[in-house]
């Protein structure tokens, strides 16, 4: 890779800037200063690149990445069965990457990956209760679900685990549901609706925290921007109220 290019991914200034550096002389490439910002450098960060003599390495940069899981790839890092993995949707040479949370295999829409297990550990925790929104299909034939099956599912249903917490809950059309929760037990929306009696046929995640899936299609990874990432951090780094 181009030394410029190394140290914009690096995060160390924009291309452009990153060209003027080397240009000044205050870059070095094994200890040699180098002015050509064509240099060549490993993608890795092991060739040992210092800007004003302070070591920079893509590799310590964490990286998160927003997946648009089709049906049919597993959320695991690994598939016993051989079946493909989000994480084989990213293509990460330098650093391994880690799903943060499940969806099964069946299901759609946002999930992240990151190689920062702290970050991750935060958005999983229930005590942070970080709000995840999914669009559900109900039944069949666009038959809208009553009210008072909406309520229990914004109020709460005995599930074999335990009563949810309070889940926001909106028919956006008859038979397609908007939910949110704040906590993530496996299986959960499917089991909240099979309990009122209206077995979801499709889900797909929109929202992840302050994370949508927008207009990302199908198939499709995108890194994050260091603002998205911090909007991330922020909200795993608030604990939500304590409920009963
Ligand atoms: N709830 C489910 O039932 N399945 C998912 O994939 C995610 C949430």
Request: glycine content about 10%.
């Amino acid at each position: 890779m181009r030394l410029a290019k190394f140290l914009a991914h690096a995060g160390v200034a924009s291309r452009r800037a990153a060209e003027e550096i080397i240009r000044e002389g205050r870059v070095t490439v094994g200890g040699t200063i180098v002015t050509d910002p064509a240099h060549g450098v490993d993608d890795d960060g092991a060739d040992d690149v210092a800007v004003d003599n302070r070591p920079v390495g893509i590799k310590d940069t964490k990286s998160v990445w927003l997946v648009h899981k089709p049906s049919g790839v597993v959320s695991t890092a690994k598939d016993t069965h051989n079946r493909r993995t989000v994480v084989d949707m990213v293509d990460s040479p330098r650093t391994r990457l880690y799903p943060v949370g499940r969806l099964d295999a069946d299901s759609t829409g946002l999930i992240l990956l990151t190689d920062d297990g702290d970050l991750a550990n935060r958005l999983t925790h229930p005590r942070y209760e970080v709000p995840k929104t999914y669009v559900v299909s109900v039944g069949r034939g666009g038959i809208a679900v009553p009210e008072q099956e909406l309520r229990r599912l914004r109020e709460g249903v005995e599930l074999d685990d335990g009563m949810t917490l309070p889940a926001d809950v909106r028919q956006l059309r008859p038979g397609v549901l908007q939910i949110t929760l704040r906590e993530g037990r496996k299986r959960q929306v499917k089991r909240m609706c099979a309990e009122i009696g209206h077995p979801v046929h499709r889900l797909q995640r929109v929202a992840f925290g302050p994370l949508r899936l927008g207009d990302l299609g199908e198939g499709r990874v995108r890194r994050l921007s260091p603002a998205e990432v911090q909007r991330l951090r922020d909200a795993g780094a608030r604990p939500g109220p304590v409920t009963g």
